[in-house]
């Protein structure tokens, strides 16, 4: 059991109490309100770990309510319900996050007790605490370890240099060649809580000690490819790297140091930069950028769509493959804009001489999508969720060429 409270704002009662008795069947310590007035009175005596936010209320609606909690600077983690168009709920959920709330979602009216349920067990598996102490031990007794999803090829096939070694992953009677991975960093603390990676990466940031989290996960993914390598299998793995450490002159040196001494080439690995870190005029950023390409190491511009950047600032750095932004992803199926915006980003980094990743593809709808505009790497739960690389290997095999290629 835990003492995390939750509080749901619903005009109808009985949505209020069923979202109440579950969430106390879980584990929550839950009330139920009807309104804005009775939505202060509740979160007067601090912010609930969850609030569930019907859209639709009298006298004052779900965006006023955003506006309320954004001036109040609330911390809650938010869910969104509604039976509303999609579309709406979809453009309150990017205001919520554009005013700096923290919105896991939207729960679609009605919500079956099941459903709810289980969203709110994985929000409790979430929801574990640490102190500094705590996250430092993690990091030096090495409690943080690593996922994998898979990247898989849509576009622009072409037969490997060894037939008998390609790796494909079956999804729904297609089969897609796997082209490498990305490396995603897990902490599981001692009472058993997944900590989100937002929470523990910003938290590492924030104590100055993301440089020792990030060679942590990148010594358990050389030690990876390492293993791969003695199988005769060369895939890439993609490494996130903390806009914190690009200022850092010696961390070119340092990775390619580590690689070398287990035998990894350095074009096994690509490092993936966010948009809003990467594209700047910080001279600094550019030297460890150009060493990161002149050591062989791949540059991928993570998220790219979300930020600010120029063309000229993408011109000039030396990046081999953009990574489509999951938003525009997610909604290029139902939103002539976002498909827009996708289909100019392949373009863009084609004509620029990049390979382009699409990420968040949950749907085949996506996959067709994505393919049929010569989007060249996926990846997202569609093909694979993340996991250990035991499991994800389970999921994998190998195939000749011409069974993939013709």
Known sequence: MTDKSLVVIDDDDLVGQLVVEAAQQV??????????????????????????????????????????????????????????????VQTAERLGLSLGLNILGALTKPVSVSTLKDELRKQLRQAGDFTPEDLKRAITEEQLFVHY??????????????????????????????????????????????????????AAEDMQIIDELTQSVFR?????LAQWKARGTGLNVAVNISPALLADLDLPDFLADEAMAHGVEAEQIVLEITENSAVTEDPHFMDVLSRFRLKGFGLSLDDFGTGFSSLIQIYRMPFTELKIDRSFVSEMDDSEEAFTIVQSIVNLGHNLGMRVCAEGVETPSAARTLTNLGCDYAQGYYFSRPGLMSDIMAQISAVPAMDLYG
């Open 27 to 88: 584990g929550f310590r839950a009330r139920a309100v009807q309104d804005f007035e009775g939505l202060k009175t509740a979160i007067e005596p601090g912010d609930p770990e969850l609030l569930l936010l019907d859209l639709v209320l009298p006298n004052v609606d779900g965006i006023q309510m955003l506006r309320f909690l954004a001036d109040r600077e609330c911390k809650s983690k938010i869910w969104l319900l509604s039976g509303f168009d999609p579309k709406v």
């Open 149 to 202: 999803q898979p990247k898989v090829r849509l576009a622009g096939k072409q037969e490997p240099a060894d037939p008998n070694k390609v790796l494909s992953l079956p999804v729904e009677g297609d089969r897609f060649e796997i082209i490498g991975f990305e490396a995603l960093a897990r902490w599981q603390n001692q009472h058993g809580a997944l900590i989100p990676p937002p929470k523990f990466i910003s």
């Open 220 to 224: 358990q993914v050389i030690q990876e």
